[in-house]
């Protein structure tokens, strides 16, 4: 399996990161996990503006879901006509959101000859070559923390989310635990939204993974080596916070 970061950004794109993407790859699939802003055009430099065969959004904030919107321009009216609708594994409301997003007064809100979608729940299902297992994790609204398996190979996604034991058992012996770490160790921060540095080693240690790569840092805000360091206290293993471009093969 191998993954790419196409964007890593929390909340809002950084001065050098679009939003939260990840590309997926195995056999020749190429499951696009979160489709953040500016992660298109990352798209296009890592990969291919056409080379994604599903898309899985973990939860509907802005920050994960908006170039799913853009992308519906580049599929509907590519120059060699239009492409297959394309499968998107999202919260129920994924629909009705991203043709909110999309459409204008005098436009068609239908996206279906884009997009199909199929509602996330709580289990497992394939994707292409994946195996992929899906719970709820801890943040307002519904959001989906994601384990894809290929060959005895795992990654974990946390999506986003503040602790919770879900995160933990998805993240079981992963080989990649690409979790993030939006806060600072230390500030007052709101509780049930996102973890520190810290808490997201805790996480990786709790559930024994090979390697920890930290996202969902708010560069604006946050200090990557206060973070680094935190985590480094919590971990034993390697930690790298990812950046556009980073490759991982496993
Ligand atoms: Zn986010
Ligand atoms: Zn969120």
Not at 223 to 238: D, H, I, N, V, Y
Request: charge should be negative; include cysteine.
């Amino acid at each position: 399996m191998r993954l790419t970061v196409l964007g890593c950004a929390g909340s809002f794109p950084g001065p050098e990161a679009p939003c939260s993407a990840y590309l997926v790859e195995a056999d020749g699939f190429r499951l696009l996990v979160d489709f953040g802003p500016g992660s298109m055009s990352t798209l296009q430099r890592f990969s291919g503006l056409y080379n994604v065969d599903a898309i899985l959004l973990t939860h509907l904030h802005c920050d994960h879901m908006l170039d799913a919107c853009s992308y519906i321009v580049a599929r509907r009216y590519a120059p060699s006509g239009p492409l297959p609708p394309l499968p998107v594994y999202a919260p129920v409301a994924a629909p009705e959101r991203i043709s909110a997003a999309y459409g204008g007064e005098n436009e068609p809100m239908a996206i279906s000859d884009v997009y199909t979608f199929y509602a996330l729940q709580p289990g497992s299902f394939p994707i292409g070559p994946f195996h992929v297992t899906v719970d709820r994790v801890n943040h307002p609204i519904e959001t989906y923390g994601v384990r894809i398996e290929h060959e005895g190979r795992v990654i974990t996604y946390s999506a986003d989310t503040a602790a919770c034991d879900q995160l933990i058992r998805l993240a079981q012996g992963a080989d990649l635990f690409l979790c993030e770490a939006s806060y600072l160790d230390g500030a007052d921060n709101p509780p049930d939204l996102h973890l520190t540095g810290r808490e997201a080693a805790e996480h990786a240690t709790k559930a024994e993974v090979g390697r920890l790569l930290l996202t969902h840092l708010v560069p604006a805000w946050g200090s990557e080596a206060l973070t680094l360091e935190a985590a480094q206290a919590a971990f034993e293993g390697p930690i790298d916070i990812v950046r556009p471009g980073a490759r991982y093969d496993i």
